[in-house]
């Protein structure tokens, strides 16, 4: 917690590290209150050092001794100030020991070494290392650990930290110690120790070399009823990227380990993943589809950082994307082909477009705006967003659409061969795959430099007697923070034409045969692409696929966007035309509810638009996880994100009356849907099952909206009988939003039967809190529920921010009494905890959009969050840069 004046870090700063260590010897004597960390590190002159002295980062750490070369060095030997240890003059090899004393149960951050519900476990990225003990704690700086763990031993029966066990055994007064040895090079950032009292479920597994490989997930007592789909994915993680790319597990021993006190999902120490509980736990009983999705998902992410971002790390926190967005890319492609349909591939696929919609789109477009490769940043930890992981992924997605999957592996086999155990950057990779396809990408080189979402405009022309269509393209991307000017960037533009009855078109262009999709190369401002052979009038399917990270603007009438939802064969072009179809209704209805008091009696939707959704929700040859996806409307946020000027209650009142509406003049087709998508049997999460679910669920959803009695029976014999928790909790939430008394019967009866479940805790909290019907007094009244406590990451979120961010209507309260909430709260959390709070106080990014009346209050209670005389650099950055 500082008072001054935070410090910028600018990428171009760069300087190699004056000191590399070769190895590091660590021995903790693990004690909540006062734990000793002695470290032993060699280390040896940088050759390419610009600098001179060794420099070692520390924070809330206690020096206790110090030694170079077996000498106790004194206050004169060195300097310690701003969380900076210099020594001025050393030699060229040096042996440092260094006495730490720091201390893990008050350590609230859940960065460094840290104490949860009894036991240790530590989160070294990125900064967290140098709160143990005093290294250089840069990722360029790689070495090779040996740790020796000592402990008591009933009170922490499992010691553990990366790569192979070396010996074990047991000491004097009760304790007993484990030593283990990580065979590769690593950053600190990879370090991890876990001091506990768990259990775990383990299995061999023989990996493609024919080695066996021990693999472990351990759990609290009483959990590992819920750790057979984690290990699960573990294995099929392993095993494809043993497929896909030729990319083995390089350890004898692969472990994770489950903390509900962690700030973010997950973390892929070497050898030694620790996640949070949200992300290993699951049985049918407690966990949704989308809960055992996100595990399968975050823990093949977790797994394939072992090769992208372990053994190829970067060279300095600007590079995270070079790590995160490929390895976000690779875990979407497990994702997709775990499914393995066609259909399949498409729905994960609008998953992607949604997300980027949602969170990154608004990211792009706000004062948080940044480069997918940041050019600077006041706290590092600010900056794992949605740019540097999903839209990094975008990015590396795009080489694949360029250079095809085999190009694309070609380029990975190239940057592996180049730069195994290196810390590099994303120009590295970039010229690996330009390299291995024989590709110029210097133009490429912007979607890593500039900031903000490019906008894409189309306009085609056919030329009847010619039998031509001029496609011509234009690119342009708004001014962001430090960069008001763009250049085109190159951006890889899918299209087809579709024909009057649906079908798609041969391709020719510039006389080049193109199948029936053409990935169109966009590198000017402007460009025209010539189709021939065009027999009559197409409609154009632009951006199939989402091709590019990119707003596609206009081109489109009404009768395109039916005909291209009716017919285009691809389906996320097909899901986009409905998407479209929706949000220029909503828009509209919106702008009629905010005109209009007495807005929802007079409000109406067109039959042409109700009827292209009937259409889609009773074709049974489509899945019904891709029906669900079509029939859910953009969100109030993505609505809100159109809008210049915006009145979070017109939104609300525009999508909640086309909700009803839907609800009402689709009723027959949505009880037959419910119907015909019960999913009898053992629940099984596979994507075909969870599909059916999700119909069936959006249909009591739909027809709650506007409730009826047979409606709210339905929901309420759903809550009864269910066997699963995506059924349950889909209930549960169709009674509360329904706001029909048998929602609070049913709330206590969930709470009753779950108080043991801490994840399912924080569903109940969370269905309450982005609730349209639950104010900022009933979240108060949360507030003070014996399960309520700031101090847990996943709890203060399933609350405090699901209301700040994800119930627009109550937050936004005219009186301003939801912004005084968030401000309060965010001061509350900053003093435990930086990192969450930081995250909850970007709930206020996009404060100039909203209507006066709202933006004044939002910049009252920025300014009051600003003006705070203690506040962590985490939290000053992002009100800082709101506020600027
Ligand atoms: N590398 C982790 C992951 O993406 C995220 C860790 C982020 N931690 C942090 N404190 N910022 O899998
Ligand atoms: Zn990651």
């Not at 923070?481 to 020719?508: N, R, S, T, Y």
């Not at 072009?573 to 929706?582: D, F, K, S, T, V």
């Not at 419910?674 to 999460?685: F, I, L, M, V």
């Not at 009346?853 to 969050?865: G, P, S, Y």
């Amino acid at each position: 917690m500082r008072t001054d004046t935070p410090q910028t870090i600018f990428r171009k700063d760069y300087t190699p590290p004056s000191y590399l260590v070769d190895t590091v010897e660590l021995g903790f004597d693990l004690d909540p209150a006062r734990t000793i960390v002695a470290s032993r590190l060699t280390l040896r002159r940088n050759p390419a050092a610009t600098t001179r002295g060794i420099e070692l980062h520390g924070e809330d750490i206690e020096l206790v001794a110090l030694r170079l070369n077996g000498k106790l060095l004194g206050k004169r030997d060195y300097t310690l100030a701003n969380n900076l240890l210099t020594i001025r003059s050393a030699p060229d090899d040096v042996v440092l020991e260094i006495e730490t004393l720091c201390a893990p149960d008050k350590n609230t951050t859940l960065s460094g070494l840290y104490v949860s519900n009894g036991n240790f476990f530590t989160q070294c990225e990125a900064e967290g290392f140098r709160r143990i003990t005093f290294f250089p704690d840069r990722p360029d700086v790689m070495a090779k650990f040996t740790v020796m763990l000592r402990a008591d031993k009933a009170r922490y029966p499992v010691l553990l930290s990366n790569g192979n066990l070396l010996e074990e055994g047991d000491l004097d007064d009760g304790r007993h110690y484990a030593l283990w040895e990580d065979p590769f090079k690593k950053p600190s950032y990879l370090f991890a120790l876990v001091a506990a009292q768990l259990v775990c479920q383990e299995e061999t597994f023989r990996l493609a070399d024919g080695r066996d490989a021990l693999l472990q997930v351990w759990v609290e007592d009483g959990n590992l009823d819920k750790t057979d789909y984690a290990m699960q994915s573990l294995k099929h993680s392993i095993r494809w990227d043993e497929e896909k790319y030729g990319l083995e597990l390089d350890l004898d021993r692969f472990m994770i380990v489950a903390t509900s006190d962690f700030n973010m999902g997950a973390m892929e120490n070497k050898g030694l993943n620790i996640f949070n509980t949200k992300f290993v736990l699951a049985n049918p009983r407690v966990a949704t589809d989308i809960d055992f999705q996100g595990i399968e998902a975050v823990v093949a992410h977790e797994y394939f950082h072992n090769w992208t971002g372990n053994r190829v790390t970067c060279r300095d926190w600007f590079q995270l994307s070079l790590k995160e967005g490929l390895t976000v890319f690779r875990d979407q492609e497990f994702t997709a082909d775990m499914i393995g349909t066609a259909t399949g591939r498409a729905v994960t696929r609008i998953d992607q477009v949604r997300t980027l919609r949602q969170a990154q789109f608004p990211e792009d477009a706000g004062p948080m705006a940044h480069p997918v490769r940041p050019d600077s940043f006041v706290e590092i930890n600010n900056f794992y967003t949605v740019t540097v992981y999903e839209k990094g992924a975008e990015v590396v997605r795009m080489y694949q659409t360029l250079f095809g999957v085999d190009g694309f592996r070609k380029g990975m086999d190239l940057y592996f061969a180049r730069h195994d155990e290196q810390a590099v950057e994303c120009d590295d990779f970039r010229r690996a795959m330009a390299d291995a396809n024989n590709r110029e990408l210097g133009q490429f080189e912007r979607w890593y430099s500039q900031a903000g979402t490019p906008v894409l405009r189309f306009e085609g022309r056919w030329d009847e007697a010619a039998q031509t269509y001029t496609l011509t393209l234009f690119q342009s991307c708004p001014a962001t923070p430090g960069q008001p000017e763009k250049l085109p960037f190159h951006i890889p533009v899918a299209v087809g034409l579709l024909d009057a009855a649906g079908a798609d078109m041969a391709l020719v262009v510039d006389g080049q045969q193109r199948g029936t999709t053409a990935v169109l190369e966009l590198t000017e401002a402007e460009q025209t692409f010539v189709f021939t052979g065009v027999t009559g009038q197409p409609v154009a399917s632009v951006l199939r696929d989402f091709s590019a990270p990119v707003i596609l603007q206009g081109g489109y009438t009404d009768a395109d966007l039916l005909h291209l939802f009716s017919h285009d064969s691809d389906p996320v072009n097909r899901w986009e035309a409905g998407q479209r179809l929706a949000m220029e209704r909503l828009l509209k209805l919106t702008g009629e509810a905010g005109a209009n008091d007495d807005a929802a009696a007079s409000l109406n939707l067109d039959e042409t638009f109700i009827e292209a959704l009937r259409k889609i929700l009773v074709d049974e040859t489509l899945d019904p996880a891709f029906r669900e996806q079509c029939l859910t409307l953009p969100s109030e946020s993505m609505v809100a994100e159109q809008l210049e000027c915006v009145d979070p209650l017109a939104v609300h009142i525009a999508r909640q009356f086309v909700r009803a509406d839907l609800g009402t003049r689709l009723r027959n087709e949505l009880l037959a849907q419910y119907e015909a998508n019960a999913t009898p049997g053992p629940y099984s999460p596979d994507a075909a099952s969870a599909g059916k679910r999700a119909l069936k669920n959006l249909a009591l959803a739909y027809l709650n909206a506007a409730p009826d009695a047979a409606s709210v029976a339905l929901a309420q014999r759903q809550f009864d009988e269910a066997d699963n928790m995506t059924d349950r909790a889909a209930a549960l939430s169709a009674l509360v939003a329904a706001r029909v008394p048998q929602a609070a019967d049913a709330l206590a009866v969930f709470y009753d039967e779950f108080q043991n479940e801490a994840l399912v805790v924080d569903k109940w909290f969370a269905m309450q809190a982005l609730s349209p019907t639950t104010d900022l007094a009933a979240v108060r009244a949360l507030m003070t529920h014996p399960a309520f406590t700031l101090r847990n990451p996943n709890r203060a979120r399933s609350l405090v921010a699901m209301f700040c961010v994800n119930n627009p209507v109550q937050f936004h309260a005219p009186d301003g009494s939801g912004y005084a909430f968030w401000a309060e709260q965010v001061i509350a959390l900053d003093a435990l905890n930086p990192q969450v709070a930081s995250r909850l106080a970007r709930a206020m990014d996009r404060w100039r959009r909203y209507a006066p009346a709202l933006q004044w209050q939002m910049r009252e209670a920025l300014q009051k969050v600003a003006g705070q005389v203690k506040l962590s650099n985490d939290v000053r950055e992002i009100v800082g840069k709101a506020l600027a």
